[in-house]
């Protein structure tokens, strides 16, 4: 019995067809790693406007409160105000110790 022998292609077509495929492949993990960010990135979006509303109405809450308790809206929205300037002011102070895990968290969502 005479066995076939398939011709050999050329070098040059394998090579051809091999980056090909990796282009594909490229493409699809881009597409896929896009599209896992950009709905944890909605989600999240979603998340925080959720807890932004619940801050703002915590906080004409506590400010009803305490004009209540004053005796004066000038007074318990005045505190509610120097509240958050005292939160702002330590916030600015601990800047640096607030980004770094911000960063990281940042990195992690976009490299996994």
Do not use: H
Request: aromatic content about 10%; hydrophobic content about 55%.
């Amino acid at each position: 019995m005479e066995t076939k022998k398939e011709p050999v292609r050329p070098i040059i077509d394998q090579v051809q067809e091999y980056v090909e495929t990796r282009l594909k492949l490229v493409k699809l993990e881009v597409v896929d790693r896009s599209s896992a960010v950009i709905a944890s990135v909605i989600v999240d979006l979603i998340v925080i406007i959720s807890l932004v509303l619940t801050f703002l109405f915590a906080s004409f809450t506590l400010a009803l409160f305490l004009a209540d308790c004053f005796g004066s809206y000038w007074k318990g929205f005045g505190s509610v105000a120097l509240i958050y300037l005292l939160i702002g002011v330590i916030l600015m102070l601990a800047k640096k110790t607030i980004e770094r895990p911000i960063n990281n968290i940042l990195i992690r969502k976009l490299f996994n």
